[in-house]
């Protein structure tokens, strides 16, 4: 496979965790943390089944992780759709 796609929501999402660890631990390591996603997108991309089904949470849904965020992606033909990133700093769930 190797395609990825970031939905809406997710773009947002990793704008939000890069501010949050700005706020919180500086540019720097706010810059590894967010590449260290891209990393892993390209990893689930490869083997989208790497992860399991969160059915669960939502219909269709996998759930994988980087550092201590949650990556919810679904499987759409040939393309993972990136749905959503949340970590312990949100406080309401947004699937």
Same mark, same amino acid.
Do not use: C, T
């Given at each position: 496979?190797?395609? &990825? =796609?970031?939905?809406?929501?997710?773009?947002?999402?990793? $704008?939000?965790?890069?501010?949050? *660890?700005?706020?919180?631990?500086? %540019?720097?390591?706010?810059? =590894?943390? !967010?590449?260290?996603? #891209?990393?892993? #997108?390209?990893?689930?991309?490869?083997?989208?089944?790497?992860?399991?089904? %969160?059915? $669960?949470? =939502?219909? *269709? !849904?996998?759930?994988?992780?980087?550092?201590?965020?949650?990556? &919810? !992606?679904?499987?759409?033909?040939?393309? %993972?759709?990136?749905?959503?990133?949340? *970590?312990?700093?949100? %406080? !309401?769930? =947004?699937?």
């Amino acid at each position: 496979m190797a395609i &990825y =796609k970031l939905s809406p929501d997710a773009e947002e999402d990793l $704008y939000r965790i890069w501010l949050y *660890g700005v706020h919180k631990f500086g %540019v720097n390591q706010a810059d =590894k943390y !967010y590449h260290a996603f #891209f990393h892993q #997108f390209d990893l689930i991309a490869q083997d989208p089944l790497i992860y399991p089904a %969160v059915d $669960y949470i =939502k219909n *269709g !849904y996998r759930r994988g992780v980087s550092g201590v965020d949650s990556i &919810y !992606y679904r499987i759409n033909g040939d393309i %993972v759709e990136i749905m959503a990133i949340i *970590g312990r700093q949100d %406080v !309401y769930s =947004k699937l």
